[in-house]
Every structure is written in C-alpha cells, then in structure tokens.
C-alpha cells in the first residue's frame, strides 16, 4: 500500500489543525455507525450514568400543523393506526404486513408481483429472502414513473454546486436522459449485469448520474470515497473484481485543483480484472490517457441515445457493494439489493426527515460513504430534489454552507455535529448566518457521529432559530439507513433520538439479551427489516457476517453501540460496547470522560482510551485536540485531569491527558479509538486504510515520547 498520508497531503488538504481536518471531513460526513462493530466513534451526548439536569429538558415539541401534515401520519391513517406506539407493535410484529405497506406507500415499482414481501424463520433471520418471486429494478421508480407527467417530468430532480459557485440543474425529464445516455456508453464497453463498477468521483451531476444509469443496466455499483488515496481505491477494485472505474481528472478544495485521476490510475495498475476507465472532464488539469481503456465521459458518453430501457433485474439482485473498515484485515463489502437499500434509505427519508415530492433535500456527504446513495436512491424515489456540493462546505467562508440552502431553497440540510463543531468554534456567534435567508429551510438533519449539547443547541437556537427541528439519525452501512430517528411526531431533547425507526424491533440489554431501561447495555435489533444488509462479499459461508453481528448473543443483531432509553423514551447513543474500559472494577465507558473534556474552551475534540494498569487493571488516556489559540501546556492537562475526577470522582481520574494536533478518523468522522490505544500502546495499528488523516497515528506516538 502507498503512503497515505503524504498522499493526502500532496492532494490538497491541510490536515495540520483540528479545525481543518473537521472542515475536510465534513464533505463527506453523515451518518453514524457505518463502520463494523470493531470500530469506534468518539464524543457523545453526555456521559453515560450521568447527565447536566438540562439535559432533562425537552428541546422541541412537534404543532398540531407539524403532526397533521407529515408523511408519517399520513401513513398512519392509510391503516387506521391512531398512535406512534400502535405502529409500532405492528410494524415489528407483522413485518410481512408492514414491508408491504412500506413498498406501496412509497409507490416503488415492480414489473413482476412478488410472491410475498419477506420470507424467513423466525427462531433463525439472519437471511431473510425479501420479495421472492418480485423483479424490479430501482431507477423504473426514481426515474421512469415521474415521466409520466408534465408536472413531475419538469420537476427539478438534481441540484449541484461546484466550489467555483457554477450550478447545473437536472429536471426528471433531463436525468431520464443522462441516465439513459450513460446506461448506454456502459454497455457499450461491454458492461452490463453482475459486473462491478467503481464510482470515484466528487459530488457532481454526473455521479448522481453514473449512479443510476449502472443500477439500470443490471451492474453493480461500487462506492469509493473521493479521498481516497490510490492504495484503498486498490485495494477494494481488487477485492470487487470491478471490470471499470468512473472517475474525473480532478477537482476542486479551497480554491485548488486535486488531481484524481492519477490515483485512480495508480490503483488500476494492479486490479487484473479492471478494463475500462471513464473520466470526466471537470478540474480542467493535464492527465494521460491510456488508448483503448480509459474514455473521456465528454467523447462516450454525450453522443449516446437517451433512451435505454431499465434491465430485467430480480428484486434481490445486488445492487451496491460498501466498504467497511475492521480492526485488521481488508475491508468488508456489505451486499445490498435493488429491493433493499433503496426502500429502507426512502422510508427513513419520508418518515423520519418527511421529505414529500417536490421538496428540496441537501446532505454534506460522499458518494463513497453510504449517505450518497441514500441522498440520490431517497430523494428520486421521493421525486423530491437531491442536492449535492463538490467542495469544502465553509470555503471561501463558514456561511458556504447556509448560502448554498438559501441559493438552492432547501427544505432539509443534512450535516454533522462535526462540520457543526467547525462552524461554531470559526463563526461570530452574532453573524452566523447574518443576511442568508433561511426561510425555506424547515429541519436539519444530522448524522456522522454523537452530539454534544452545545453544538446541538447552537445549530438549534442560532441558526434554526429554535424553531427548525434538529432530525438525530443514527444506523449504518449494513442497515441501509437509521436503526433510531427522530421524527415529526415527537419532542427530543438535545442530543437525543426521539424513537426507533418504524419496522426496527430495537431495544436494550445486557449480556444475556434481557431488556434494561434507564440503564447503559447494548443496542440490539431483534427482527428483520429490508434494509438489513445480505452479507459481505467474498464471505461465501457467511462467516465473517455472522461473527460481526450474531456471535455476541445468540438470535439478537448486536449492533455494537452502548445505548440508554430514559424515562421520558428518549434514546441515547453512548459510545461504542467495545470500548468499555474497567477501572478498578468499575466499568466506564470513553464517552464519559470525552463530554468532560469537550466542555472546556480549550478543547476541540477528544478521545478517551484505556490501556492496562498493574494494580487498577486499566486507566484511562485522554487525547485533546485545542483550539488554534491554545497552547498545550502541563497546568491545562492538569486542569482537564481534574475535571474528570470532579465529575466521576478520584479514582477514575485519567492516568494521562494528551494534547495533538488531530485525532485519527474514517471518512465519516469516526475517531478511531482502537488505532488510537494502539498508538499509545507503540502496536500495530491494524488496518488504517479508512482513516483520512493517517498522519495522526504518528502524532500521538510523538505526543507520547514527548510526555515520557
């Protein structure tokens, strides 16, 4: 594998402060959990046994108008269910029934019946078989049914930004026809069903094109991170046998050019399976071109018929293959279908963020990370509007992000607590969004990671103006979508989520599987639902898939997050259950300590790791990134020492605290805890190739010998 980090450095991005590293991150951030269970996420709502009496407090609560207008209660009174709660029961109950339900609420097509909507044992649903007998393939429903009109066929369909501030439009009539031009340059290199087909592109029209046009031939879609550096994207074309790549010459971050191709050139030199390269034209800088496998996107694609008909593809036919990160070893590619990810991504997306036809949804993210597809699949399905940004969301400025909700009237902005983080510690409280016209906006949403309560209360109160509720969503790669998800029928308090997603039977408990309330265990789910993923690819006995989710206690989808419902049926994320670290006999999780620590001033980030101890088994090393005008020094770790011993008493007060420049992260700003106590420990790292900012393993050692 090649030198990550000076590669990522060469591409553009300045990962020398905390500030920068959440800005970068945050072009592609969105929803949690998207890495397997033997990763971890770092800052959480609050500490885990306890939490500020504020906290207490509801934060927003849903108007009659609100209630009476959403998706969800209009689904709801389709089936004469009266309450939240009743739906519930059904839904996890009789989910034969409620798949059904879902498919034809949301008016998803099939060219051939299913023969029912799921089909499984119930004492055994690890492989559910989900519309046997059913053929469909996806775009028919994201494309060809708003055709059918003049209305919807003239309804804006894409909106994307380029960092240079140029705009293209796609209307529903106009992507039939780039999708169709598209579909028909793919087949004509010979792709077609089955075969896999990398994407790795920045957030541009012509990806959201890509996208669909090869789910419409019957390929496979092949999602790769745009900043990825050549070794990653190597490593997952090879695991794929991906047959071509679409990628771009390059493009733009902060004013600069970042070439792409080049990467994408240096992994193809080593994926025997790999024949075609298609690249489009966008940054405008020299690349070469090697004749008879790489194509310009301007000379194939464009002169094509728009018109290709969707293939005949079975409803479980995959349609994706997502990479996810493990502790060692290569990624895993989560398996997903043409009946599954789109309909569960599209549920969550009406019910829980209520995005209704014609509405305008814009999600900071990246095509490689789940929440691409999950945008383009939702929205067009929805026949709502996708929007999509190419460049770093606070360039020239931190109002970048606002300014482009109020150019394009979005309804919905998705984002995360990082790129909030990031807004808040660089934005004068008073001209946050000064002179940019919110008016259209209604909700934010909000994936990627855990809140703390004071971003959460700055992007509700300063920029929603305490009225624009904030939509917590938090699931996975392997869900399709949301395990739990605020919704337009409950109150929330900061930080929290407000219900599981309709269909997920989820609950808490201990070891044994027993339910808890109000007490910390572990997030299960305990039946199917459609999104959940059909395996990982190359596990033909399944084996790495049943280890990951089935082996901790037995019939129960462990998901591998420690979770709490309070009294009020709120619902908290608390860090991940491996991280647990026991101090004394007293279990405790990095989470505590990490709200702690984030609440000083001085402190932009933190991760809280244990590492073993003679007499106390383990204790606790906490690692903080501080502001830019901060300067690390021994009062102020001793001071944040402190306050962790203050709030959860002298015993558990950290062995060390640490200051760095950056915390190591996935793509969807996950701070990586286990690389993290690695580091710290001088041992192998294990597989690292998800982290943008690998240079931060090396700061952390340096930060260790500089304390020694």
């Not at 108007?63 to 269910?81: C, E, K, N, V, Y």
Request: net charge negative; charged share 20%; glycine share 10%.
């Amino acid at each position: 594998m090649r030198n990550e980090p000076q590669e990522v450095a060469e591409r553009g991005y300045d990962l020398s402060t905390g500030v920068e590293i959440d800005a970068y991150l945050s072009y592609c951030v969105g929803m949690k959990n998207q890495q397997q269970p033997t990763d971890a996420e770092h800052s959480v709502p609050m500490p885990i046994d306890q939490k500020p009496e504020t906290e207490s407090e509801i934060l927003w609560s849903p108007s009659p108008q609100d209630i009476a207008g959403s998706q969800l209660r209009a689904f709801m009174d389709s089936h004469g269910i009266d309450d939240f709660a009743e739906l519930m029961t059904r839904s996890t109950g009789d989910i034969p029934w409620f798949t059904d339900a879902v498919i034809k609420f949301l008016g998803i097509h099939f060219t051939t019946p299913y023969e029912a909507s799921v089909r499984y044992e119930t004492h055994d649903w690890k492989q559910p078989v989900w519309c046997p007998g059913g053929r469909m393939n996806i775009t028919a429903s994201c494309v060809d049914r708003w055709l059918e009109s003049e209305e919807t066929s003239s309804r804006v369909a894409l909106i994307a930004e380029l960092e240079n501030g140029d705009v293209h439009q796609l209307t529903y009539a106009e992507l039939a026809e780039q999708v169709g031009k598209c579909a028909n340059g793919l087949l004509e290199l010979g792709l077609g069903h089955g075969d896999r087909i990398g994407l790795y592109m920045p957030m541009t029209w012509e990806i959201a094109v890509a996208l669909l046009a090869i789910a419409r031939i019957g390929a496979i879609v092949l999602p790769l991170f745009s900043g990825f550096a050549a070794g990653a994207v190597e490593q997952r074309l090879q695991d794929a046998g991906a047959k071509a790549v679409i990628t771009a010459d390059g493009f733009h971050r902060r004013g600069k050019t970042v070439p792409l191709k080049p990467q994408a050139d240096a992994a193809a030199e080593s994926v025997s399976s790999l024949r075609h390269q298609v690249v489009l034209k966008l940054a405008g800088n020299d690349v070469a071109m090697v004749p008879g496998r790489d194509h310009w996107w301007h000379e194939l694609i464009a002169p094509q018929s728009p018109d290709c008909p969707a293939a005949d593809t079975a409803a479980e036919d995959p349609l994706m293959i997502i990479y996810t990160s493990g502790t060692t070893g290569k990624p895993k590619g989560a398996i997903h279908t043409h009946c599954g990810f789109p309909v569960k991504g599209t549920q969550d997306m009406t019910f829980g963020l209520d995005v209704k036809p014609g509405e305008r949804i814009h999600w900071v993210t990246d095509m490689g990370w789940m929440m691409g597809p999950w945008l383009i699949f939702g929205a067009t399905a929805l026949g709502a509007t996708a929007s999509v940004y190419e460049g770093a969301p606070d360039f020239p400025g931190p109002g970048r992000i606002w300014e482009i909700a109020e150019r394009h009237k979005v309804d919905v902005l998705g984002l995360s607590p990082t790129l909030v983080r990031a807004l808040q510690a660089n934005t004068d409280p008073a001209a946050a969004a000064a002179g940019v016209d919110l008016s259209c906006l209604r909700m934010f949403g909000s994936t990627g990671e855990p809140w703390n309560p004071d971003p959460f209360h700055w992007l509700f109160e300063t920029i929603g103006e305490s009225r624009r509720p904030i939509i917590n969503y938090t699931g996975g790669t392997e869900i399709s979508g949301g395990i739990l998800m605020s919704n337009s029928l409950h109150p929330f308090k900061a930080a929290s989520f407000s219900a599981p997603c309709p269909g997920m039977d989820v609950d808490v408990v201990d070891d044994q599987g027993n339910s808890l309330k109000g007490e910390v265990g572990e997030l299960v789910i305990r039946t199917p639902w459609i999104g959940m993923t059909r395996g990982f690819w190359h596990d033909e006995d399944d084996t790495r898939y049943h280890e990951a989710y089935w082996s901790k206690i037995p019939g129960i989808w462990v998901h591998g997050d420690w979770a709490r419902l309070d009294e009020d049926g709120q619902w908290w994320i608390l860090g991940r259950s491996d991280d647990t670290i026991n101090v004394g006999g007293k279990r405790c999780g990095p989470a505590e300590f990490e709200s702690i620590l984030v609440a000083h001033s001085a402190i932009v980030e933190a991760a809280a790791v244990g590492v073993p101890h003679p007499v106390k088994g383990a204790e606790v090393i906490c690692f903080c990134v501080l502001t830019p005008s901060t300067a690390p020094s021994d009062a102020l770790a001793d001071e944040l020492g402190q306050k962790c011993a203050d709030f959860l008493g002298r015993p558990l007060r950290p062995g060390r605290v640490l200051f760095v420049p950056d915390l190591p992260r996935t793509r969807s700003s996950k701070v990586m805890r286990r690389i993290v106590r690695s580091a710290y420990l001088l041992q192998d790292p294990g597989d690292t190739s998800s982290l943008v900012n690998p240079e931060a393993v090396d700061s952390i050692r340096q930060a260790v010998a500089e304390a020694t």
